[in-house]
């Protein structure tokens, strides 16, 4: 919108005059006369209402293969990525001038990409962000990790590849979730039960985290030595900052 004058006013909608060069893709039309601002637009432009922690989360949520919904007893349902973390910095680098672009870049370099639940985002969040920030500060992991079979692997196991809830590959260390609110039914369980089995198998080091133990402070104190031990990562527990672990930890629920 050129002016104010061009505004129309709305219960339902904040309207706001852009008098900058809009960068390339940051819209895209619906019809005729409507438009609908891209994935990596929306991203930059709630960085001014936003704080750092909850557009990280919206970041993971426009990467991942997840939309929060309360349709769903999970709270989430499935969906194509809108976005990659390689779009989002690269929106950001476009939109020199607008407001809120300092915290967006800053937030989209903490985004872990790929999640399928807001669970997944969650303790890869805990577990990457830097210390200051309250997290454990250890190298982003691959999360739903495709794990491909060589012909030999694919008789005994019966399948051609193996989908990892998150993966250090390198170091051949996978994590899993447990969570009888994202598992329901004991043949679910008991596919979770052989796939991890079958990861194992594999020669790769498999630790599970409950939600019982991801809001625990002990025990993931415990998964992190475990996995920076696996990656070769030195982790220094006394410079993480424990309060703003505590708001991490309330700012992702």
């Not at 426009?62 to 989430?76: I, M, N, Q």
């Amino acid at each position: 919108m050129k002016s104010k004058r061009h505004t129309h006013s709305s219960q339902n909608a904040r309207y706001v005059v852009c008098t900058r060069q809009l960068p390339p893709n940051a819209f895209h039309r619906l019809n005729e006369d409507r438009f609908v601002a891209s994935p990596e637009f929306a991203f930059i432009a709630l960085a001014r209402q936003l704080d750092l922690i909850d557009l990280v989360l919206l970041g993971c949520e426009l990467t991942g293969t997840y939309v929060t919904s309360d349709a769903d007893e999970r709270g989430f349902v499935q969906c194509e990525p809108l976005a990659t973390v390689a779009s989002l910095a690269r929106m950001a680098s476009n939109c020199t001038g607008f407001g809120g672009i300092k915290r967006a870049l800053a937030a989209s370099r903490h985004v872990v990409e790929n999640a399928a639940s807001p669970m997944g985002s969650c303790v890869a969040l805990l577990l990457t962000m830097p210390r200051h920030l309250g997290g454990y500060g250890l190298p982003k992991p691959r999360l739903n990790y495709k794990l491909e079979l060589s012909r030999e692997q694919c008789i005994p196991l019966k399948r051609k590849s193996i989908t990892v809830d998150m993966m250090w590959p390198s170091a051949k260390m996978a994590i899993e979730y447990e969570s009888t609110a994202w598992h329901h039914g004991d043949e679910k369980f008991v596919q979770d039960s052989i796939r991890r089995n079958d990861i194992r198998s594999l020669g790769y080091d498999v630790t599970t985290i409950t939600r019982n133990e991801y809001k625990s402070i002990a025990a993931m104190d415990r998964i992190a030595a475990n996995v920076a031990a696996k990656v070769g990562h030195r982790l220094r527990f006394e410079r993480i900052n424990r309060n703003a672990q505590s708001e991490l930890r309330r700012a992702m629920g």
